[in-house]
Nanobody, 121 residues
Framework: QVQLVESGGGLVQAGGSLRLSCAAS????????MGWYRQAPGKQRELVAV???????NYADSVQGRFTISRDNDKNTWYLQMNSLKPEDTAVYYC???????????????WGQGTQVTVSS
């Protein structure tokens, strides 16, 4: 069993900063990919930032230059540093990972429980 637990959301004023954390635990063999998504009211879930194959990163155009994804492989943890926050960043943020467990030899997709980020104008 694998679980993703995220934290760090909250209410901030425009221009402020937050750092989100996501920790994977359980019977993990490997984590092949990890990233962050968000879903605003009335909208579909969208990619925010992700580590892709080879260790490269990919960001949504709307957060480029303001958000930074990082990771600590030894702790099975990754982060999203959000600076210069805007009201349009308001959403529920979800961490995501593609993980192989010790009891299966294929990659499965996992999601965190979501954390609310609200940016006031």
């Amino acid at each position: 069993q694998v679980q993703l637990v995220e934290s760090g959301g909250g209410l901030v004023q425009a221009g402020g900063s937050l750092r989100l954390s996501c920790a994977a635990s359980g019977s993990i063999f490997s984590i092949n990919a990890m990233g962050w998504y968000r879903q605003a009211p009335g909208k579909q879930r969208e990619l925010v930032a992700v580590f892709i194959s080879g260790g490269s990163t990919n960001y949504a155009d709307s957060v480029q230059g303001r958000f930074t994804i990082s990771r600590d492989n030894d702790k099975n943890t990754w982060y999203l540093q959000m600076n210069s926050l805007k009201p349009e960043d308001t959403a529920v943020y979800y961490c995501n990972a593609h993980i192989k467990g010790t009891s299966y030899d294929y990659t499965r997709n996992y999601w965190g429980q979501g954390t609310q980020v609200t940016v006031s104008s």
